[in-house]
């Protein structure tokens, strides 16, 4: 079973559209995470969400909202998407807590690109 | 803000030989560092977790070592193989979130 998992793995889209990745994580963890990769391979955090709670949101344009239905599930979603959107987004789980210093585990990674 | 560097960038070696790479940050309050491997076009494999209290951590080849109050961490990596030929990526948990250093692009030649 994979621990966190993401959809879809690919995705091309036009300027303009709207988008939505989806992430899953069977580990019982109740943070998750979205990050960014960029062309020079750095990882940036966009949101970060406790129990179905926001908690960090990175300077991420507002085109851009996640939605946690359930401590499970972090998907993004992304509006009117543009050139620069294009990127690998990896969602994460950890633990918080007493649990904090345990694994924390990403995703396969979606390849977004607009064009 | 927290700041992870990770020196050199880029490195090449022959297979068999022993090898650091090496993480730095800037504030030490952390929670932990975790080390990971990337593949190109993959996602993020954990290699190993340092917790805070702890000075290092083994797995098979691999040995990681965490100096918080310098804001040091590196990672060995003994008997180098071409199976080993990654990013590695280290990155420190200050509890809300994770921050990567910039990478390491290993390439071992057999």
């Known amino acids: 079973d994979t621990a966190v998992s993401q959809t879809p793995k690919y995705l091309v889209t036009q300027m303009g559209n709207d988008k939505s990745i989806k992430c899953e994580q069977n580990?019982?963890?109740?943070?998750m995470y979205w990050y960014k990769q960029d062309s020079k391979k750095f990882l940036k955090i966009m949101f970060s969400y406790n129990n179905k709670e926001l908690i960090i949101n990175e300077t991420v344009p507002n085109r851009f909202s996640p939605k946690s239905p359930d401590k499970a599930h972090l998907n993004l979603h992304i509006n009117s998407l543009e050139l620069g959107d294009s990127a690998v987004y990896f969602c994460?789980?950890?633990?918080?807590?007493?649990?904090?210093?345990?694994?924390?585990?990403f995703g396969q990674g979606t390849r977004l690109t607009v064009v | 803000k927290q700041e992870v560097t990770q020196i050199p960038a880029a490195l090449s070696v022959p297979e068999g030989e022993n090898l650091v790479l090496n993480c730095s940050f800037t504030d030490s309050a952390i929670y932990n560092l975790q080390w990971f491997r990337q593949d190109p076009g993959k996602g993020l494999t954990s290699l190993l977790l340092?917790?805070?209290?702890?000075r290092e951590q083994t797995s098979g080849r691999l040995n990681a070592s965490l100096d918080k109050s310098s804001g040091r961490s590196t990672l060995y990596i003994a008997a180098s193989q071409p199976g080993d030929s990654a990013t590695y990526l280290c990155a420190v948990h200050t509890g809300n979130q994770f921050y990567f250093g910039t990478g390491t692009s290993l390439t071992v030649i057999p």
């Open positions: 994460a789980s950890s633990s918080r807590g007493h649990l904090l210093n345990t694994e924390a585990f």
């Open positions: 340092i917790q805070s209290s702890q």
């Open positions: 580990l019982g963890h109740d943070t």
